[in-house]
């Protein structure tokens, strides 16, 4: 005789995974950079790594502030390594404005908050340069 009748204890496990959610991994590698983008735009790069970097050494006092900070230098990372430079820039203004704004409400201490508002400013400035 089993300890759980009905199968319950496999069902319970079943539903345990609906509780805490599941991961999914996806892994994406294009095959080809898109045609019209700037080939290997090397600044781009190096200052996109820099405000990663300011922003990985913040504290914040906000946890949504805080997913929205990852969420947009993800998309920064993302998008220059596949050299897509419209969503970069468009990346960059949203960290900057994101940045500035909880720097001013309090959300974010020291003063590297306006350091990695300004250098996602000079990002956006530099990517659109490029996609003219």
Not at 25 to 38: A, C, M, Y
Not at 43 to 55: A, D, N
Request: proline share 2%; glycine share 8%; net charge positive.
């Amino acid at each position: 005789m089993s300890h759980s009748p009905f199968g319950a204890r496999r069902v319970f496990t079943h539903l345990t995974g609906l509780d805490f959610g599941l991961r999914v991994r996806v892994r994406f590698t294009p095959e080809q950079r898109t045609i019209l983008s700037v080939s290997d735009n090397l600044s781009v790069q190096s200052l996109v790594s820099e405000v990663v970097e300011i922003v990985s050494g913040l504290t914040v006092y906000s946890y949504s502030v805080r997913a929205r900070l990852e969420q947009l230098t993800y998309a920064l990372q993302a998008n220059a390594q596949f050299g897509a430079w419209s969503y970069v820039r468009r990346a960059a203004l949203d960290l900057a404005a994101l940045l500035a704004n909880a720097k001013k409400r309090g959300w974010l201490r020291g003063s590297l908050a306006m350091t990695g508002a300004q250098c996602g400013l000079r990002l956006a400035d530099l990517c659109g340069e490029g996609a003219r």
